[in-house]
């Protein structure tokens, strides 16, 4: 049974830090490129980052490159998202996700073969 956990959420202040953690269990981790997704009150889920599974190529959606890094650990079956210079606009459930040997169109939710249960961000002002 594939098992994807996010944790690490929680309530911060605007400005400050948080790192979430997805560990994956079920699958050969190294052969699955990993993908963050967000989901706020109202809005539509969107892609928020991705690492490849090959080379470790990373992507960021615009609202987030120069505040968040994506990276992952293959021997402990792990991806994290490190959030800094948080925004009040950050404020969602983040996703983690697995898709098997996709190393582009990342950014395509509907792509991926496994989901978490997400974890709440919440930024205030």
């Known amino acids: 049974q594939v098992q994807l956990v996010e944790s690490g959420g929680g309530l911060v202040q605007a400005g400050g830090s948080l790192r979430l953690s997805c560990a994956a269990s079920g699958l050969t981790f190294s052969r699955y490129s990993m993908g963050w997704f967000r989901q706020a009150p109202g809005k539509e889920r969107e892609f928020v980052a991705a690492?490849?599974?090959?080379?470790?190529?990373?992507y960021y959606a615009d609202s987030v490159k120069g505040r968040f890094s994506i990276g992952r650990d293959n021997t402990k079956n792990t991806v994290y998202l490190q959030m800094n210079t948080l925004k009040p606009e950050d404020t969602a459930v983040y996703y983690c996700?697995?898709?098997?040997?996709?190393?582009?169109?990342?950014?395509?939710?509907?792509?991926?073969?496994?989901w978490g249960q997400g974890t709440q961000v919440t930024v205030s002002s």
């Open positions: 690492i490849t599974w090959s080379t470790s190529n990373t």
């Open positions: 996700a697995a898709d098997q040997l996709t190393g582009s169109r990342l950014y395509r939710g509907y792509e991926y073969d496994y």
